[in-house]
């Protein structure tokens, strides 16, 4: 992979949505290049259109005009299978509401998308162990969710996303459940992964800790690019948003 | 080819059994009318089977108790066949029975939505959820249905022998008794899963997105 090689590539992307008899269009045609290893916040207000980007970035959903790449793959042009196998094996998915499967633990939660990668047994538990303990916990594998913290659950998803090296971690709002403390410490473990591992983060967010660890921020508005910020740019517009409130 | 995603059908089972014992109560108040209407069908039967067991002594004394404990009997009958009546009376019950299923089923889906959702995010396929689920009921419906069948036999038996004493016991025909639970389980297992089959399609059809969203 060299760097300028783009993982995500929207071009022309519009997604219009039929409510009754009214047409909403909620992207109204975005272009965005992302390159591997970048991390890139999308920030918006509610109803910008900023989920309804963020999940066909995804696969999770189809635009209604353009095209999205993943990979320079045209995700349209998957069938159910070519998704499936994308969303396992390319994309590790975080949530805001943390979705730890309530049923399994810390470990078998990592270990299920090398299950379905076809990766079993004792591969998978060491596997699962060794990014348990990359995101600090390790002692915990057998516990199952509800014995664990809104923290502590956030890290096991981190690991879950990152089970099969996937090229892309999607983040929705995922500091947006935690307190403070622990979605800065959500933060750094996302920024230390998309370092050490060269994994592209894109995460979708209000939260402007984000802002400082990501090395491009996309303002999406009224379903269009406001503006594309990079880092060096960033402490001004933050100053700029803590004088406006 | 080789981008194929796949879920070994062990582990479909481990992961349906664990869903199973976590979800404990939830899947007794899904399998509890399956149970009873089980019970009922083997109830009926293994009643049908000690008669015939009487019958076939061919005393009077029995043909006479048997018409007075409303088995519709004309002289001469050596066997009693499931009347009519008694048959609609059991299909009336196994119809409900599944309808609760169903009923059931569905609310145990929209509780999973997440969890479905999330598994699709994971890269799960249609066929996966809908066999977890299928499996989930199958077993459901295995146990369910043993638990209910060996409920309305032991039950059956038990007023038999209250009822004619031990002769009820010792002129029944075991093999009779046995192919009786036998049906009543398969029974069983078949309504589990027609009872599962609308409600898996929902769920094996849900938006992976649904995962996304989040309850104001």
Not at chain 1, 101 to 110: F, G, K, P, S
Not at chain 1, 181 to 204: C, F, H, W
Not at chain 2, 4 to 20: G, M, T, Y
Not at chain 2, 104 to 128: H, S, W, Y
């Amino acid at each position: 992979m060299t760097t300028d090689s783009h993982i995500v590539r929207v071009a022309g992307v519009t997604k219009s949505f039929q409510l009754g008899k009214l047409t909403v269009d909620a992207l109204k045609g975005i272009d965005l290049e992302i390159s591997a290893g970048e991390y890139i916040s999308i920030m918006g207000p509610s109803g910008s259109g900023k989920s309804t980007l963020f999940n066909m970035i995804g696969g999770l959903d189809k635009p209604t005009a353009g095209k999205v790449y993943i990979d320079e793959v045209d995700v349209s042009q998957l069938d159910a299978y070519e998704l499936a196998w994308l969303r396992c094996r390319k994309i590790g998915y975080i949530f805001q509401t943390f979705n730890i499967i309530q049923v399994m633990t810390a470990l078998e939660n990592v270990t299920l998308p090398m299950t379905f990668a076809g990766i079993g047994g004792d591969e998978a538990v060491d596997r699962g162990m060794a990014l348990l303990e990359t995101v600090g916990l390790a002692d915990r594998f057998q516990h199952k969710p509800f014995e664990l913290s809104g923290g502590q659950q956030q890290r096991v998803a981190v690991a879950r996303a990152l089970a099969n090296d996937p090229a892309i971690i999607l983040a929705d709002e995922p500091t947006g459940n935690l307190d403070l403390t622990t979605g800065e410490e959500i933060i750094a473990l996302l920024k230390e992964l998309s370092s050490d591992r060269q994994v592209t983060v894109i995460s979708a967010t209000h939260d402007f800790k984000m802002l400082n660890v990501s090395d491009r921020v996309v303002w999406i508005r009224d379903g269009r690019v406001d503006k594309i910020e990079n880092r060096d740019e960033l402490s001004i517009s933050i100053g700029e948003i803590g004088t406006r409130g | 080819m080789h981008r194929l995603v796949v879920l070994p059908f062990r582990k479909s089972v481990e992961i349906a059994l664990k869903s199973i014992q976590v979800r404990f109560f939830r899947s007794l108040v899904t399998t509890l009318s399956l149970v009873l209407a089980i019970a009922f069908l083997s109830f009926v039967n293994v009643g049908n089977d000690v008669a015939n067991g009487l019958l076939a002594t061919g005393h009077g004394e029995w043909f006479r108790l048997l018409v007075d404990a409303g088995y519709d009997l004309s002289p001469g009958d050596l066997r009693v066949d499931s009347s009519p009546k008694q048959r609609w009376i059991v299909i009336l019950s196994l119809l409900v029975c599944v309808v609760g299923i169903i009923n059931a089923q569905l609310m145990a889906v929209t509780e999973r939505f997440r969890e479905i959702g999330t598994m699709k995010c994971l890269g799960a396929l249609d066929r996966f959820i809908l066999r977890l689920f299928f499996l989930e009921a199958g077993l459901q419906g295995i146990i369910g249905a043993l638990a209910g069948a060996l409920l309305g036999g032991g039950a059956a038996l038990l007023s038999a022998w209250l009822r004619y004493g031990v002769a009820a016991i010792a002129e029944v025909s075991w093999g009779g008794v046995l192919a009786s639970l036998g049906f009543a389980v398969v029974a069983g297992c078949i309504l589990s899963l027609i009872g599962v089959f609308y409600p898996a399609l929902v769920a094996a059809r849900m938006q992976p997105v649904e995962a996304m969203r989040v309850e104001q």
